[in-house]
C-alpha cells in the first residue's frame, strides 16, 4: 500500500462504502426473503407430513386389530411415530434458522444501512476538512509535506477493508451453525433410526410364511408343455420348404437299421393342413432320416404311418433300446426287396416268397435270417435315376431351397489348375 497515492486510496475507500451499500446489503435481504420462503414450504411439507402419517397410523391400529397382522400393524405405528418425532426435530432447524439466521441477518442489514451511510458521510467529512486546511496552509506560504493526510487515509482505507470482511464473516458464520445444527440432528437421530428400520424389516420377513409345492394340475402341466412347445418353436427356424433329395435321404439313412430311432418327448400336432410337417403323439418311435437337423428340424417318418416330414429336433430323444416288432423286421424286408427290384425284380419276387415261407416253417432262424436280410439292406443301394422332365440344376434348385441351404447363396468362380498332376492335352 505504501505505492499507492492518496486519491487512490480515497477511491477504493468510497469503493468499498458504495459495494456493502449498494451490493452486499441488498444481497443479504434477497437471501432474508428466499429463507422466510423456504421455512414456509417446509411448514407446508410438516402439515402435509403429519397428516399423511397419522392415516397411516390409522390403518396400523385396524391392522392390529386383526388376528393375522398384529405385527404389521404394530410396525405401521412405530414406523409413523417415528416419522412424525423426525419431522418435528426438522421443525426444530428451521425455527432455529429462522430466529438465529433470518432475522438476524434481517436486523442487522437494517441497522448497518445507517452505520455505513454514517461512517461514509464522517470519512468524506474528514477528508474535505483536511484538504481545506491544506489548501490555507499553501495559501498562506506555510504548507507542509501533507504526510498526516496520506496516512490519514490509508487508516480509513483498512477500517473499510475490516468492515467488509466482519460482514462476509458474519454470513459464513451464520450458516455455517445451521450445518452444524443438522449435523447433531442426524447423529442424534440417524443411528437409533437405522437400527429400529432394520428391527422393523425383520418383522416384516418373519410374517412371510414359506409356500406350500403343490403338485401341478392336469391344467399347469399342459399350459407348461404348450410354454416349452412355444419356446422351442421361437427358437426354431424356418420350416424348410420341402422335403430333401431322394439321394441325399438314401445316403443319410444308411446304417445298421435303416435310420436313427427316436422317440417323441412331446406331441407334434402342427396347427392347419401342412404336408411338409410330421405329425405324430407322446411317445411315439420317430424314425429319422435326415440326421443332420436343419434350422433346427429333423425330417422322418413315424412308426405305423407311411407319411413322412418335418419336425422339431428338440422334440425327439434318442432311443435307448430300441423295439424290434415283427411289423418292422417285415418292412424292413420289404424295403430291402424293394430296392433290390430296382435291378432284378423277377428273382427279387422268387428270393422273397421262399424267405417268407422259410420264416414261417422255421421260427428258430428267424432272428439269424433277419439279420442276414437286414445287413443287405443295410449295403449301399444305387441312387434312384433323376425325373425325365426336369433339369438337373431345376431339380437340385427345388429340392434344396435357398432359406435352408446355407451356401445356396454361395457363387463359385471357375479356377484353373496349374499343377503337374493334371493330365497333359496336347493341341494340334
Known amino acids: 500500500m505504501s505505492g499507492i497515492n492518496g486519491d487512490q486510496l480515497h477511491r477504493s475507500t468510497l469503493g468499498i462504502y458504495s ?33 399423511y402419517f397419522n392415516a397411516l397410523s390409522k390403518i396400523g391400529e385396524k391392522a392390529f386389530d386383526t388376528a393375522a397382522s398384529r405385527s404389521l400393524g404394530d410396525v405401521l405405528i412405530q414406523l409413523s411415530e417415528n416419522q412424525k418425532r423426525l419431522t418435528l426435530e426438522l421443525e426444530g432447524v428451521f425455527r432455529w434458522f429462522s430466529t438465529e439466521v433470518l432475522q438476524v441477518m434481517e436486523n442487522n442489514v437494517r441497522l ?19 484538504a481545506a486546511a491544506r489548501a490555507r496552509q499553501r495559501s498562506r506560504g506555510t504548507s507542509k509535506d501533507g504526510s498526516g493526510f496520506v496516512h490519514f487515509l490509508r487508516e480509513s482505507y483498512q477500517e473499510a477493508l475490516g468492515e467488509e470482511e466482519r460482514r462476509y464473516r458474519f454470513l459464513a458464520e451464520k450458516h455455517c451453525g445451521l450445518v452444524h445444527f443438522i449435523a447433531h440432528l442426524m447423529n442424534k437421530t440417524g443411528g437409533t433410526l437405522q437400527h429400529k428400520a432394520d428391527s422393523w424389516t425383520e418383522a416384516i420377513g418373519a410374517t412371510r410364511r414359506p409356500e406350500v409345492k403343490r403338485p401341478p394340475s392336469v391344467e399347469n402341466t399342459v399350459g407348461m408343455r404348450a410354454e416349452d412347445q412355444r419356446q422351442i418353436r421361437e427358437a426354431l427356424g424356418k420350416i424348410p420348404s420341402r422335403a430333401p433329395s431322394p439321394q441325399g435321404s438314401i445316403s443319410l439313412s444308411r446304417g445298421d437299421s435303416g435310420g436313427i430311432m427316436m422317440r417323441a418327448r412331446v406331441a407334434h400336432q402342427p396347427a392347419g393342413f401342412n404336408p411338409t410337417l410330421l405329425p405324430f403323439s407322446r411317445g411315439a418311435i420317430i424314425t429319422v432320416l435326415v440326421r443332420q437337423p436343419r434350422n433346427g428340424w429333423l425330417y422322418g417318418c413315424a412308426e405305423g404311418s407311411s407319411s413322412q416330414g418335418w419336425f422339431p429336433a428338440a422334440y425327439v430323444e434318442p432311443v435307448s433300446d430300441p423295439p424290434a416288432p415283427t411289423s418292422s423286421r417285415t418292412s424292413t424286408l420289404r424295403s430291402s426287396s424293394s430296392m433290390s427290384s430296382l435291378l432284378d425284380q423277377p428273382k427279387i419276387r422268387n428270393s422273397s416268397s421262399s424267405s417268407m415261407n422259410s420264416m414261417l416253417d422255421q421260427p428258430k432262424i428267424r432272428t439269424s435270417r433277419t439279420s442276414s436280410h437286414s445287413s443287405s439292406s443295410s449295403r449301399a443301394p444305387p441312387p434312384p435315376p433323376p425325373p425325365p422332365l426336369q433339369s438337373s440344376s431345376k431339380a437340385q434348385s427345388e429340392l434344396f431351397p435357398r432359406v435352408s441351404n446355407p451356401f445356396a447363396t454361395v457363387k463359385l468362380k471357375p479356377t484353373s489348375t496349374n499343377d503337374r498332376s493334371a493330365p497333359h492335352i496336347q493341341r494340334r
Open 19 to 51: 459495494n456493502l451499500t449498494d451490493e452486499f446489503n441488498p444481497s443479504l435481504l434477497n437471501l432474508v426473503s428466499l429463507g422466510n420462503s423456504y421455512a414456509q414450504a417446509f411448514k407446508a411439507l410438516a402439515v402435509c407430513s403429519e397428516a
Open 112 to 130: 448497518d444501512k445507517g452505520y455505513i451511510s454514517d461512517s461514509r458521510v464522517k470519512y468524506e467529512r474528514e477528508v474535505h476538512n483536511q
